[in-house]
């Protein structure tokens, strides 16, 4: 017999999670008695900096990351980027520590009253074992549930005291973890769309997450179908200099529905299409307009306001529909509008991006989280390769600067460029000392207008002169980065947007530079 620890040290290296993000705690120390040199804890200063960065990580590596949270306190700080990775359907094995078993019935400090309820609903699953020795087994059963369709978060409460009891080894679990679909239902699909006079597709990302990049290309290719980004899609799944690229669906009922008119067949693929930010009127897709949406997610299927809903792997379904009959010979879309052209003098976020667009490296992978500026990037800083964009999925902030972190250790041969707004920055600043540490080649990339812009915007849509707590001038991000071991450097002016690009991007280790934007 070997012990708990022993035994679950085994699993996690079968199944390639040697990895561990956390912050440690008490109730955790036992878990890395004697940690294996063949292991690697990566440190995060706060939890929710913590779960961001194995987020990041296991998106990059499509496998499950472990990360260690420390008892309740520490999964509460991880809830928010908790619920940011379920809406990512971003597979992940959360441990917690438990206090003693032995003390339990006296509610001692720092123990968890009912630890599977808190982090529900935004796990999949969560368990604190019956027995010590069914620790192992309930990490191997939490890994298989995060790895299955839809992907996301699992949850398991350890006590203290079990890691030293004695236990078995505990077999690799084996299972199952794409869905090909309904073979009938696909087969409808696509002989709707090869019937279709002017079809459109909209991708979502799912098909980043399943690999679909030139399946979707090659089927917009096939059908001469415009293609659109579905509302919030946190993945790039279409290049977006492709002569089909037809732009971002905005999350507003109307919006959608004038942006899709004049299609006879609508396909969406691998994320919500009626995703909504604001309350809206009318018709959810244009009238006359026969829609097939498909994804891996039950729920989003459920509630899809669609015709023929198909739950499947984005790849397997773009592979069905590939094989479906020829389509009619179809005249080219309309190409896209140009994107308004950007005024060289003045420091603002659209100069920002297209001067990023010139000058970024080859290969690099981008990271946003600054919301108020997400239109201006979509119009100047096109993403033209797989794999190669990521943000958020859930509205929350605090994601952006941790995942970026586990994006670069997760790709340590490609360079990461995290653009970030000066509000959603300062959710996870603590994550730039996780970034110095290593040296991670990552540019950080705040832009800062000093101030809570998206709820300005908000407010003027509701008619409100004033937003009251949205002014945060006064930070000084240089400072906070150089305090962390990070070389910074501030732009004051349109002129110098170019050198300090430069400068960052010919670093080895990571930068950051704060764009003072009007």
Known sequence: MSDVRTATMELLRELRMTTIFGNPGSTELPMFRDFPPDFRYVLGLQESVVLGMADGYAQATGRAALVNLHATAGTGHALGNLFTASKN????????????????????????????EFPRPVVKWAVEPARAEDVPGAIARAFVVAMQPPRGPTFVSI??????????PVPVPRAGATNPGDPALLA?????????????LVVGAGVARDQGWDRAIALAERHQAPVHVAPFSARCSFPENHPLFAGFLEPRREAIVAALSGHDVIVALGGPLSLYHVEGHGPHLPDGATTVFIADNPAHVSWAPCDLGIVADAGHALAALLAGPAPAL?????????????????????????????LRPANAIIVEEAPTARGPMHDHLPILAPDSFYTCASGGLGHGLPAAVGLALAQPDRRVVAVLGD???????????SAAQPGLAINFIILNNRRYEALRGFGRLFGMQTVAGTDLSGLDFCGLAEAQGIAASRVDRAADVDAALAWSFASTGPTLVEMMIA
């Open 330 to 358: 179809r005249p080219a879309p309309a190409p896209r509008p140009p994107a308004p052209p950007v005024d060289p003098a003045v420091l603002t976020d659209r100069l920002v991006f297209a001067r990023l667009a010139a």
């Open 188 to 200: 409808e699909a696509a002989a709707l769309l090869a019937q279709a006079k002017t079809p459109v």
């Open 159 to 168: 006590p203290i005291d079990d890691w030293e009891r004695p236990c078995a």
């Open 423 to 433: 509000g959603s920055a300062m959710y996870a600043i603590q994550g730039l000392w």
């Open 89 to 116: 359907q971003t597979p992940l094995v959360v441990t917690a520590g438990q206090q003693a078993r032995s003390i339990l019935p006296f509610e001692p400090f720092l123990f968890a009253e009912r630890p599977t």
